[in-house]
């Protein structure tokens, strides 16, 4: 779609959320009239064409979801009405003709109404995690993987002690989505305490990692952003105080030592540009004395082999010198100081890492990236990543669509923004 195109969504009252799907070509959208509508995305004539429009829930539908393909068309929906449904389509049925999209039973374990809803990464069973105003998180998954019958909780996150209700503010979740780095694991933010904490679930138990933060006002929404090669992850929320918060956090803190700069193509050390290439050098030709020796040899074609041999030497003294210096001055490095350029696959698959050779603590360690300060100070609603984890789109009750990039110099700006009520009103 090379141009901006208004949808006739036809919904009876507001819109709470829309929700594409893996390929882009689905969309659905939810709001306070009860209904789900799903729209197909016509590539001949680049138009959204309603597939079908569901009577889904007593009250606001207020969140939707998508699984991954390879488990079929599975959309989630949640309402206050403190339900949460499966919808599965069933592509023998016609379009428009109701019976399109087949309605699980509702999950009804909660008692307060449900904010929050996203199916697992495709790399895990097929699963939803639910976040409601009474506190909890549920983690759902089917009994029968086949006919995706029967959904029954797994295990629950206590995340308000006590319980929590619907005035405390809602419960926002998200997975991670990166299946290399430590994997199950879930961001929950919100409710009545207004902190943000790490989970990761081992053996059907969700154990808390880390509390990222604890906020003066409501957490509205959170996304965890995919990594695409980043040593670290981006966590983003959406604050009622106007603030969008991003933080790094290391799930192995020996990255946190270690990692790239924030663009790939940025090295963000010393001043001095010749010392800190040597230093990158030297770490390179350590970690991989095969390759090193191999780009030494073709670079010096007409050298005889005695003076290849000196120079290994002299690199190898070099290079122990260095490691002799770092091990006695007793002192870590900066934490944004990087100490490879080779990004975060090489340190993902390297089991000697300097930090655990040097026995650092293996607890997971985070830090506040960028706290954003959107003018005008209005709640803001929702927040997503896009797919590389390289740009924040926000949504905020201004009725303003942003878009966020970070900057050479790690810095957020925006880059673009969309005023759907003045569209609305042009058209």
Not at 37 to 50: A, E, V
Not at 65 to 85: I, K, M, N, Y
Not at 119 to 132: C, D
Not at 264 to 289: C, E, I, Q, W
Request: proline share 4%; glycine share 6%.
């Amino acid at each position: 779609m090379d141009q901006d195109q208004s949808i006739p969504v036809n919904h009876d009252d507001f819109i709470h959320d829309i929700a594409y799907n893996f390929y882009g070509s689905r969309l659905a959208t939810c709001g306070s009239d009860r209904c789900i509508k799903i729209w197909d995305w016509n590539r001949q004539t680049g138009l959204w064409i309603l597939n079908e429009s569901i009577g889904a829930h007593d009250s606001s539908i207020v969140r939707l979801s998508w699984a991954h393909p390879e488990f079929g068309q599975v959309l989630a929906s949640c309402s206050l009405d403190c339900t949460v449904r499966i919808w599965v389509e069933q592509e023998t049925n016609m379009k428009n003709s109701s019976m399109r999209w087949r309605g699980l039973m509702p999950l009804g374990d909660s008692k307060a109404a449900v904010h929050s809803i996203a199916f697992a990464p495709e790399y895990s069973s097929l699963s939803i995690a639910t976040g409601s105003s009474d506190g909890k998180v549920r983690l759902y998954s089917p009994t029968d993987p086949v006919r995706l019958s029967n959904w029954t909780v797994n295990c629950m996150i206590d995340f308000v002690p006590g319980g929590a209700t619907d005035a405390d503010g809602p419960l926002c979740v998200s997975w991670c989505k990166s299946r290399f780095s430590s994997p199950h694991m879930l961001v929950v933010g919100g409710s009545k305490h207004k902190n943000v904490k790490i989970y990761q679930l081992l053996s059907n138990v969700f154990v808390e990692l880390l509390e990222l933060a604890q906020y003066d006002s409501h957490v509205l929404d959170i996304d965890w952003a995919p990594t695409m090669g980043r040593s670290y992850h981006l966590i983003a929320t959406a604050c009622a105080d106007g603030h969008i918060r991003i933080y790094k956090f290391w799930s192995d803190p020996s990255l946190a030592k270690t990692h790239l700069s924030d663009s790939l193509f940025v090295y963000d050390g010393d001043s001095d540009d010749n010392k800190d290439d040597a230093n990158m050098k030297a770490l390179d030709t350590s970690r991989h004395p095969d390759d090193a020796s191999a780009s030494s040899d073709e670079a010096s074609d007409d050298t005889d082999d005695s003076e290849d041999s000196v120079d290994d030497e002299d690199s190898e003294d070099s290079i122990s010198a260095d490691d002799d210096d770092d091990d006695n001055d007793g002192t870590d490095s900066d934490p944004d100081r990087s100490s490879s350029a080779s990004g975060g696959g090489l340190y993902a698959s390297d089991p000697d890492r300097r930090g655990r050779q040097r026995g650092r603590p293996s607890a997971p360690r985070s830090e506040l990236a960028s706290d954003i300060a959107v003018q005008p100070s209005v709640p803001i609603r929702r927040i997503r990543w896009n797919s590389s984890g390289t740009l924040l789109v926000s949504s905020s009750d201004d009725g303003v669509v942003r878009m966020w990039r970070m900057t050479a110099s790690g810095t957020w700006r925006e880059v673009a923004a969309v005023n759907a009520e003045k569209d609305a009103a042009e058209d």
